[in-house]
T-cell receptor, first 116, second 114 residues
Framework: GENVEQHPSTLSVQEGDSAVIKCTYSDSASNYFPWYKQELGKRPQLIIDIRSNVGEKKDQRIAVTLNKTAKHFSLHITETQPEDSAVYFCAASRRRTTGTASKLTFGTGTRLQVTL | EAGVAQSPRYKIIEKRQSVAFWCNPISGHATLYWYQQILGQGPKLLIQFQNNGVVDDSQLPKDRFSAERLKGVDSTLKIQPAKLEDSAVYLC????????????FGPGTRLTVT
């Protein structure tokens, strides 16, 4: 089955700096890669996603890049703010043989701390 | 649109007791997922429904966990009997189409087994 590794496990940056979180996946058939933000005690929230036919996607201060050959994808947050502090999870998914979307396999999470 | 609803939000039980969780997905979402999130880890899929049929329950501990989605809308997840290692947050998620990858999560039920 799919295995997703995520690094680093914790990341501390100063406000205004950039943060980068990296993930690798094992299943070459995976074709959908979402990123979720989870604040303490709250639900995971989808913040950005990318499909395998796209190399990069950007939404304001966040961007995701995908390297299918190397089977890794990254989340980039620029101009970080204190409210970006949370746990970020990457995930991978692919279409099942039945045609339905498959489960999300999550990474282990990165705790981002943005300090003033 | 309203989000995924779950209840209860918190539950404390003793080991060997039973417990049930309820989920109401976003209106019109055909696919429903139950995930288990142990503290400090990413969510792990327990079971996936497409309408009222099971698509994947390969990681559901079937000796103690059961789930159903009657009428293809609401779903319940049951644990009987509970073990200490079942302490976790149980998250329900839904997506709109069989091939729609975007999943939206509910607030979760935090279960503590003592």
């Amino acid at each position: 089955g799919e295995n997703v590794e995520q690094h680093p496990s914790t990341l501390s940056v100063q406000e205004g700096d950039s943060a980068v979180i990296k993930c690798t996946y094992s299943d070459s058939a995976s074709n959908y890669f979402p990123w979720y933000k989870q604040e303490l005690g709250k639900r995971p929230q989808l913040i950005i996603d990318i499909r395998s036919n796209v190399g990069e996607k950007k939404d304001q201060r966040i961007a995701v890049t995908l390297n299918k050959t190397a089977k890794h994808f990254s989340l980039h947050i620029t101009e970080t703010q204190p409210e970006d502090s949370a746990v970020y999870f990457c995930a991978a998914s692919r279409r099942r043989t039945t045609g339905t979307a498959s489960k999300l396999t999550f990474g282990t999470g990165t705790r981002l701390q943005v300090t003033l | 649109e309203a989000g995924v609803a779950q209840s209860p939000r918190y539950k404390i039980i003793e080991k060997r007791q039973s417990v049930a969780f309820w989920c109401n997905p976003i209106s019109g979402h055909a696919t429903l997922y139950w995930y288990q999130q142990i503290l400090g880890q990413g969510p792990k899929l327990l079971i996936q429904f497409q309408n009222n049929g099971v698509v994947d329950d390969s990681q559901l501990p079937k000796d103690r966990f059961s789930a159903e989605r009657l009428k293809g809308v609401d779903s319940t997840l049951k644990i009987q009997p509970a073990k200490l290692e079942d302490s976790a947050v149980y998250l329900c998620a839904s997506s709109s189409l069989p091939t729609n990858y975007e999943q939206y999560f509910g607030p979760g039920t935090r279960l503590t087994v003592t």
